[in-house]
């Protein structure tokens, strides 16, 4: 009973406070929010040059607060190329988490610069409470070749980095850090990072036991990072080096999570079942035994 | 252009209209929690912003930003999260193919931040007291270091719950994930004394209706249903968008890995491992394993920790600290004050 | 035989009476039960509109005291059935004015048993889905299959000893019965007229029923106790759960029918046929039972002990300290008072018997609220991190509600029995009088 009556207690006085109390706090933020001033907004962008040739832009836009940035969701993002950003791509809406992955073609690509460069961009418009925003990347392309190299029963990933010069000759990076990656579900697993050489090529060798497809192959993809010239590039190959992956279910013959029991006990129910029932038709058999004795007695 | 987040007065008298949206937002206010969530803009839908084909409906919904601002939106401009991840029935029954996912929580990197917590509400729409993963604070004996210790279900490949359900409501997946379909689910709670890890909750009322118009499926186990059971389902419906589950990306320290154990990779968001390695370098393992349960949630103990256990209590909110109060690591420490 | 027919013809001239007419006295006690069972359907009432919120139970504590009185209930019915089936098969000379209040104690308790797990059940308006998808694996099914069988199997044990008193009913022309009373004698009697042969076929269904409802009652208690026995928890993973929760049930129900005895005998002014032989005789019977049950009980505390695995320890400590009283009483005096009541035969008399079976019944009520509430407080993971209002279990109103419209029901179905047939079976009283004169009458042609 004391916990009833504390129960209900605490029940009316939530109650007595949604009322009371809401309204006046809501007014007391209404007040507050009086302001139309537009909330300034920044866009943040990550740009991949993928191994096809095609690039690859992550736009997140937050709305800037008192607090901190806020993640909008849901909003129209366009992305440009071109120097002033006049060579719209296409648009495309912010996911969840406020951000949205967008392939630029590569046969779409806004023309380089004299120096080699192309200008990348994407643009938020703004609207009446939010400020429009908009931010541009410019890079030059960066060439990555991934091969693979089986020697002596040690397999190893090359991989060649290079752009190309005023008169199509093939410069090659060197001194640069390239990182190689498998693509995951969620993300890229790292299996080496090696520095790139005077001839541009780097090689790392294939780590044993590396799951892939079910007949073992798997993208090695060669990744140049935050590049002050060329930003992110990658390069990449398919090898047969993996370790076939298949989910095997180990499915316990005695496993009681299934969806069909296991036999025995289904047989040792009925068995169970057909037993006892059985005796109750017996004994119910019994009873119109008597009643037909009773009928004919009376006839 | 013309935006739909609109900041003006809200009218005194009609403030009540929509109870239910304005109880969450004092509930949310009263407990000072929300400082962390995705969007900032909460009351259940979450905010569109910056889209022109909107015919305006005219009916405004009031919404509540993180730090503590009311907004006030058309309604037709709020977009609905669920339904455009909901997979029908007959599929969240199958699992995605040749995956079979994992999950690792590194102890010594976990401080009791409840962003995986908060996350994890904020996400599935949990109604209050409902935690998918909790966070305890766990000492082996006496002499040993006391742990903070981040609980989401388990999804075990014997899994006790599934074996007791009367009536296949709760099922075990080609992938790990065991899910429970709350429009099957007659409520007899074997399947919560089943499981040695008090992982599942009670639907003990009616739950708030947010979201009536989002279909139901397993995978979200949304729209809630009274009288039913639920738990963790591994953010199934952001696993096939090949997104981690919120209680991933929302820690941020890093603590939860999650990933394939047919890829061996696992991921934090911030970086990513072989989950062979991590276990066998870490000397991973599984809580309570003389159970016999084959949980798919792995632990890797708290050794080299990167913050004293006190520091979980730093900026606990009063009536959140009072539920570790009990433990023994609580009252044995002299650090922590005991008024 | 002379001596049968004057036990039953005064038998009937005891009964007749109450048959035909009531008493202030049980529409009051009526009444009250009565007004226990509407307290009863306000807790339901209130459960249903308001969600199992205004239950004790919570995330932890899941199963409260409707299980306790699920549990306790299926106890009672099961006792009975196995001692009228025991009774029965093993011909004793003393069956003759129990075997009936033994015989309705397990078809009521049984009835009302099962409402207790609707009460539990969270989603009411799917119980079809148990039927529509079944699982064989899972325990609850075993006990919805065992459970139905049971009660049907019971009802037909039943209505077989009763078959001969309807007979009787619809006979005796001098009673006044109102119309409907007499066609439905008639309908029941089945056209028995105790003919050689009908007797035969009686006999041969009685028997069979009679082993198969002891069979059932002990796979039926044992599914009982597997629902706790199979899941892991400390406390309810024991390979002990089965034969122990048989042996407690009959421990319940020997001491229930101990108390309706006592109670009938007063009321109905049976002391020429219930007489203190009978409550030395199902004393006894108590006292052998209390011995094993205290067996289990110990057997079962001991091994936790000693053992003192984590969990085990945990739960051990909690029983002796939080629960000190309530072990004390149900698992000490429990058990220990009836044992030493009916050990000192100066000591039994009717109403210490009597005081006995109210101990072990109430002790029995405990003892099934220390198996489910003190382990569902201890799971693996210690209780954190939730409000400190949901860590300890204390049923409310509504649950109170539901126990007391529980024992109010079975208490009007008893008295509302006793209204339409005998409390003491006349025909099974005459059988055993036949049964007494066919041995004498073996005994003496073996003689000679």
């Known amino acids: 009973m004391k916990y009833l009556i504390s129960n209900s207690f605490s029940g009316i006085v939530t109650l007595l406070l949604t009322i009371t109390l809401f309204p006046g706090f809501l007014f007391a933020q209404s007040q507050e929010d009086e302001t139309t001033e537009k909330k300034s907004t920044s866009l943040s962008l990550v740009l991949t040059r993928k191994a096809g040739g095609d690039y690859q832009m992550k736009a997140s836009l937050a709305m800037m607060t008192e607090t901190g940035r806020t993640l909008l969701k849901g909003v129209d993002i366009t992305f440009a190329g071109g120097d002033d950003l006049s060579q719209i791509i296409g648009k495309q809406k912010t996911n969840l988490k406020g951000s949205t992955v967008f392939t630029f073609p590569k046969d779409r690509l806004s023309l380089p610069n004299e120096e080699g460069f192309r200008t990348f961009g994407a643009v938020y418009a703004g609207c009446d409470t939010l400020e429009p925003t908009e931010d541009q990347i410019s890079v030059k392309d960066l060439m990555i070749e991934v091969t693979s190299v089986e020697e002596d029963s040690v397999r190893s990933i090359h991989a060649a980095a290079w752009s190309v010069g005023n008169n199509g000759d093939k410069i090659p990076l060197t001194e640069t850090d390239i990182v190689f990656y498998v693509p995951r579900m969620f993300s890229y697993l790292k299996i080496g990072e090696a520095t790139l050489d005077s001839s541009g090529t780097a090689v790392v060798e294939f780590p044993g036991g590396l799951p892939g497809d079910e007949t073992g192959h798997i993208t090695v993809i060669a990744k140049v990072e935050e590049h002050d010239v060329f930003g992110n590039a990658e390069g990449e190959t398919r090898v047969g080096w993996a370790v076939p992956a298949r989910l095997i279910m180990k499915d316990s013959y005695r496993a009681l999570w299934s969806q069909i029991a296991p036999t025995w006990m289904i047989v040792t129910l009925i068995i169970m079942l057909a037993g006892v029932w059985g005796h109750y038709a017996y004994a119910v058999y019994k009873l119109v035994k008597i009643k037909k004795t009773a009928r004919k007695l009376s006839t | 252009m013309k935006c739909m987040i609109t900041l003006k007065i809200i009218p005194k008298d009609n403030n009540m209209e929509d109870k239910s949206n304005s109880r969450r937002q004092f509930l949310k206010l009263g407990a000072g929690a929300g400082a962390f969530a995705l969007a900032g803009l909460t009351a259940g839908k979450l905010l569109s912003a910056g889209q022109e ?49 994992v999950m690792v929580i590194d102890l010594a990197k976990c401080k009791n931040a409840r962003a995986c917590v908060e996350a994890c509400v904020e996400g599935h729409h949990l109604p209050s007291d409902h935690e998918w993963i909790k966070v305890y604070l766990l000492q082996n004996s006496e002499r040993e270091a006391p742990y903070w210790f981040p609980r989401p279900c388990f999804h075990c490949d014997n899994p006790m719950c599934v074996s007791v359900c009367p009536v296949g409501a709760t099922y075990k997946r080609t992938d790990g994930i065991v899910l429970v379909d709350n429009e099957r689910c007659i409520g007899c709670k074997f399947c919560m004394t089943g499981c040695p890890y008090s992982a599942r909750v009670f639907h003990w009322n009616d739950p708030p209706e947010l979201h009536e118009t989002a279909p139901y499926s397993p995978e979200t186990t949304f729209p809630h249903k009274e009288g039913t059971v639920g738990k963790c389902v591994f953010c199934a419906d952001l696993l096939r968008k090949n997104e981690l589950p919120r209680c991933v990306t929302a820690c941020p320290m890093g603590v939860i890995y999650f990933g394939d154990i047919v890829e061996d990779t696992v991921t934090n968001g911030m970086e990513t491992v072989r989950f062979s390695e991590l276990i066998r370098d870490r000397a991973g393992y599984r809580h309570l394993e003389s159970l016999g349960t084959e949980p798919s949630v792995y632990y890797l103990p708290a050794v080299n920790r990167q913050f004293p256990y006190e520091r979980g209590f730093d900026g606990l909110d009063p009536k959140q600290k009072e539920r570790y109060e009990n433990t023994a690591a609580y009252k044995i420490n002299p650090l922590l004050k005991h008024e | 035989m002379n001596n049968a027919t004057a036990l039953k013809t005064g038998l009937w001239k005891q009964f007749v009476p109450y048959l035909e007419r009531t008493s202030k006295w049980w529409y009051i006690l009526f009444g009250i039960f009565f007004l226990g069972f509407i307290f009863g359907l306000v807790g339901l009432y209130t459960q249903i509109t308001e969600g199992h919120i205004v239950t004790g139970m919570r995330d932890n504590v899941v199963w409260g005291m409707y299980i306790v009185n699920f549990i306790f209930f299926m106890g009672l019915s099961y006792a009975g059935a196995l001692i009228s089936g025991v009774l029965h098969l093993f011909r004793s000379e003393w069956r003759g004015p129990i075997i009936r209040m033994a015989e309705l104690t397990t078809i009521f308790a049984l009835l009302i048993g099962p409402c207790f797990i609707l009460f539990c059940i969270g989603r009411l308006d799917r119980l079809h889905y148990l039927i529509m998808f079944p699982r064989i694996q899972s325990p609850i099914t075993w006990d919805v299959i065992a459970i139905s069988t049971d009660i049907i199997g019971c009802i037909i044990f039943l209505y077989l000893s009763f078959i001969e008193d309807f007979a009787k009913l619809r006979d005796r022309t001098e009673a006044r019965f109102s119309g409907w009373r007499k066609k439905m004698y008639r309908i029941l009697a089945l056209g028995y007229t105790g003919t050689r042969e009908q007797k035969k076929h009686l006999h041969w269904a009685r028997n069979v029923m009679a082993a198969m409802i002891i069979a059932i009652a002990i796979i039926v208690y044992s599914v009982l106790a597997w629902i706790f026995g199979v899941t892991l928890q400390p406390g309810w993973h024991s390979t002990i759960f089965g034969p122990y929760f048989v042996i407690a049930a009959v421990y319940s129900g020997t001491g229930l029918l101990i108390i309706l005895m006592a109670l009938y005998r007063k009321i109905y002014h049976l002391e020429a046929y219930i007489t203190k032989g009978h409550f030395v005789k199902i004393g006894v019977l108590l006292l052998i039972i209390a011995a094993f049950y205290g067996y289990f009980t110990f057997s079962d505390y001991l091994t936790k002990w000693y053992g003192s695995a984590k969990m085990d320890k945990v739960l051990i400590d909690k029983l002796f300290t939080e629960f000190y009283f309530v072990f004390i009483f149900s698992n000490y005096i429990g058990i220990l008072l009836p044992m030493i009541i009916m050990a000192i035969p100066g000591l039994r008399t009717i109403r210490n018997i009597t005081l006995a079976a109210i101990v072990a019944v109430v002790g ?24 400190m209002a949901w860590i300890h279990y204390s049923p409310t109103w509504v649950e109170w509600a539901l126990f007391i419209a529980g024992v109010s029901v079975f208490s009007m179905l008893m008295m509302l029995a006793s209204k339409l047939v005998p409390i003491i079976s006349v025909s099974e009283m005459e059988t055993v009088e036949e049964e007494i004169a066919l041995k004498e009458k073996n005994v003496q042609s073996a003689k000679a």
């Not at chain 2, 503590?68 to 609905?80: I, K, M, N, P, Y």
């Open chain 3, 364 to 387: 029995l009520w405990f003892n099934r609220y220390l198996i489910v509430i003190p382990t569902l407080e201890t799971p693996y993971l210690p209780i954190q991190d939730i409000r």
């Open chain 2, 53 to 101: 084909n909107n015919a305006n409906s005219g009916k405004k919904i009031k919404v509540l930003t993180t730090d503590g601002r009311v907004l006030e939106v058309d309604e037709s401009q709020l977009a609905d999260p669920s339904l455009d991840v909901v997979v029908d029935k007959d599929s969240s029954h199958l699992g995605i193919e040749n995956r079979k996912f």
